[in-house]
């Protein structure tokens, strides 16, 4: 796979686009399944979105199912991946990342998971500025194939990005980068509350979660909790993303765990920082070790989170809701 | 009373970096000592100071003991007057409404080009670095400001790969591949101050840090260093600054 000058294999015709949508069941009907049974709306060699940013509002638990189900051959994009990256590639369902930044976090240095599989050649990392991956998503979500954008150019990322396009402005003649539309097959988005439809609120920072969930042609929510309908209605303002955008939901409390879910909890640093020093001593045995741990091992998400233990779930939802204290 | 001479690199890069902004300026900063700079100036002497992180916030007020692990956690939204999507904030810095942008960066060269993505050839590299985040976005649509640690290593006459552009190749190279806006304006290490000639846009040494010699700066550094004809000595850090940084970092997070 190997892109060449206005090529993009994320991008798709216009009309390819619309008979995805037309293929959907958007009707006002309750779309509630379990953890499990949403891993069945991803398939092998899919391209998917992953929602939220470094270590916040992560959908952890959907990436924690997917492999467990053993999929294969991912291509997934983010704004910015953190250690759900480490977990995708040390977890064999994912062989190319479409991101600007991938690390655990700014506080641990590089990750060495990522550059374990991606300096052997194991994994393809398409690297694209933050903006960009935002105005992507947006073309996607738009509707249309690129979008024009001011930076990247003159640098050595775009010129890693032959499928971005160089042109001179019909308008003004100055040089404009053309970023190509990305579609997702499907998009994994973790949000604070949403009802049985799919009609979904979020709470602070929205990332580009709004843009990836309507330019990707499926999208699976999980959801620190189903609320009715009628409480959505008390708010529609709050709703971020309408329910015939949204194909499954699963109700998934800590779903973003170790990661955060603003106003709810924030990241449990302690298990972040014993993760970070096991897998970045080892990134093989140490990851594998992990995994063995706490993805193949708890039987259900729930004992995962009983792994990551109660009280450091309380010390995160403590400092969680404290973003609203005055 | 706090011993003057008594403080680390990364705590003497903040509180050098905080010097170059103004009251009133609108600030893009990352994450680690461009945030705690940026936090510093505002408590010290820009009031008026508007930060903006990537993950989408307007007007952060970071709380003492609470720097957030990344821009897009939510303690960077403590007190804002704003959140708004990652791209919307991004696209700020391409309508202009950003005076400075404020990053660190793996490697930087005589042309203010940031590297964070490789070290070595990026086909076969010996290191793959996490990538650009928003810095390539901030460094190509605003004025910025660069600060970093001081090592021969990371201070090349050309980064191996281009993430963030500063000037390119010198002279006009920025403009003519369509950065219109912005260019490196100020590199800040804990030896030295460094800004860009107008010219040839190559970098020039401003101020020598408290203690610094034209020759150990030169010997830390991979290229031949150009003086600024009024070369100054920069003013070491006062017990104010000090005691600002280590309330504001007192888990040494930003700067052990």
Request: one cysteine or more; hydrophobic letters at 40%; charged letters at 25%.
């Amino acid at each position: 796979m190997v892109e060449t000058e206005g090529k993009s294999i994320d991008t798709h015709g216009y009309l390819e686009l619309r008979q995805e949508l037309l293929r959907r069941d958007r009707s006002l009907r309750d779309k509630v399944v379990s953890l499990e049974e949403a891993t069945s709306f991803v398939r092998d060699g899919d391209l998917v979105g992953i929602g939220g940013s470094t270590m916040s509002r992560t959908p952890m638990g959907m990436i924690w199912a997917l492999i467990r189900a053993g999929r294969k051959r991912l291509s997934c994009s983010r704004s910015i991946m953190s250690s759900d990256g480490d977990l995708l590639l040390a977890g064999g369902i994912c062989d190319r990342v479409v991101t600007s930044w991938f690390s655990q976090g700014i506080l641990w240095g590089v990750s060495k998971v990522m550059r374990h599989y991606v300096e052997t050649g194991n994994v393809r990392y398409d690297e694209w500025s933050h903006m960009a991956m935002g105005m992507r998503f947006r073309a996607g979500a738009m509707g249309v194939p690129f979008m024009p954008i001011r930076s990247m150019l003159g640098s050595d990322v775009q010129k890693q990005r032959p499928e971005a396009i160089e042109i001179d402005c019909p308008f003004t003649g100055e040089k404009l980068l053309l970023v190509p539309a990305l579609n997702p097959d499907v998009a994994l988005i973790h949000v604070q509350r949403c009802d049985a439809y799919g009609n979904a609120q979020i709470d602070g920072l929205q990332f580009m979660d709004i843009d990836l969930a309507m330019a990707a042609n499926k999208v699976i929510l999980t959801t620190e909790r189903i609320v009715s309908n009628d409480q959505i209605r008390r708010a529609p303002d709050q709703t971020k993303i309408p329910f015939f955008a949204v194909d499954a939901v699963v109700e998934l409390p800590f779903g973003c765990a170790p990661h955060e879910c603003y106003g709810v909890y924030e990241p449990m640093l302690r298990h972040m920082e014993y993760y970070v020093a096991l897998v970045n001593g080892d990134p093989v045995k140490g990851m594998q070790q992990y995994m063995d741990r706490f993805v193949h091992g708890p039987k259900s998400w729930s004992e995962f989170l009983a792994l990551l233990g109660i009280e450091e779930l309380l010390e995160a939802a403590r400092a969680g809701e404290s973003i609203y204290d005055a | 009373m706090l011993e003057k001479r008594n403080y680390t690199a990364a705590e003497l890069l903040t509180i050098l970096s905080a010097r170059q902004l103004s009251d009133g300026q609108v600030v893009f900063a990352g994450v680690g000592i461009p945030l705690l700079a940026a936090t510093l100036a505002q408590r010290l002497r820009c009031p008026g100071l508007t930060i903006l992180f990537e993950g989408g916030v307007i007007g952060a007020f970071i709380e003492p003991g609470k720097l957030p692990p990344s821009t897009n956690d939510q303690r960077c939204t403590k007190r804002a007057n704003m959140v708004l999507g990652s791209a919307e904030v991004l696209l700020l810095l391409q309508r202009g409404y950003v005076d400075v942008g404020f990053m660190s960066g793996a490697q930087v060269d005589q042309y203010g080009n940031l590297n964070s993505s490789f070290i070595g050839d990026p086909l076969r590299p010996k290191t793959r670095l996490p990538g650009t985040g928003g810095g390539n976005d901030i460094a190509s649509l605003a004025q910025m400001i660069v600060a970093m640690k001081h090592e021969k290593r990371r201070f090349v006459e050309q980064v191996d790969f281009i993430t963030s552009p500063g000037y390119l190749h010198g002279r006009d190279t920025r403009r003519k591949s369509g950065l219109l806006a912005g260019g490196t304006f100020r590199v800040v290490t804990d030896l030295a101050v460094f800004g860009f000639e107008d010219e040839k846009r190559r970098m020039q040494v401003i101020s020598l840090n408290p203690g610094v010699t034209r020759e150990r700066l030169q010997d830390n550094t991979g290229f031949a260093l150009d003086f600024a004809p009024h070369l100054g000595v920069t003013e070491p850090p006062t017990d104010q600054e000090l005691e600002l940084v280590r309330e504001l970092d007192p888990d040494r997070l930003y700067t052990a």
